[in-house]
Nanobody
Framework: QVELVESGGGLVQAGGSLRLSCVASGDIVGIESFRWHRQTPGNAREVIATIFTDGSTSAVDSRFTISRDGPRGPVYLQLDRLKPGDTAVYYC?????????WGQGTQVTVSS
């Protein structure tokens, strides 16, 4: 079992930045990848960034940067040049042994 806790969300003005954190605990050995997702009301949850155990990363937008603080450290999502359209609940997920684990989400609100 893997537990994930996100933090770092909040209210920010357009153009600002936030850094979200995802702390994993439990059976963290063997986690193959972490992802950040976001979801707005009435819409599907979408993947916005991925990091694999080899350190490789991908993101859907150059304003978003995913990183990890060492092999057992938190996973971060740096959000820069935020826009009102980035307002959403942001979730962290971990994939381990054919199972996907989710955190509870953290709200990001970008004001214009």
């Amino acid at each position: 079992q893997v537990e994930l806790v996100e933090s770092g969300g909040g209210l920010v003005q357009a153009g600002g930045s936030l850094r979200l954190s995802c702390v994993a605990s439990g059976d963290i050995v063997g986690i193959e990848s972490f992802r950040w997702h976001r979801q707005t009301p009435g819409n599907a949850r979408e993947v916005i960034a991925t990091i694999f155990t080899d350190g490789s990363t991908s993101a859907v937008d150059s304003r978003f940067t995913i990183s990890r603080d060492g092999p057992r450290g938190p996973v971060y999502l740096q959000l820069d040049r935020l826009k009102p359209g980035d307002t959403a609940v942001y979730y962290c997920s971990a994939f381990r042994q054919h199972k996907l684990y989710w955190g509870q989400g953290t709200q990001v609100t970008v004001s214009s």
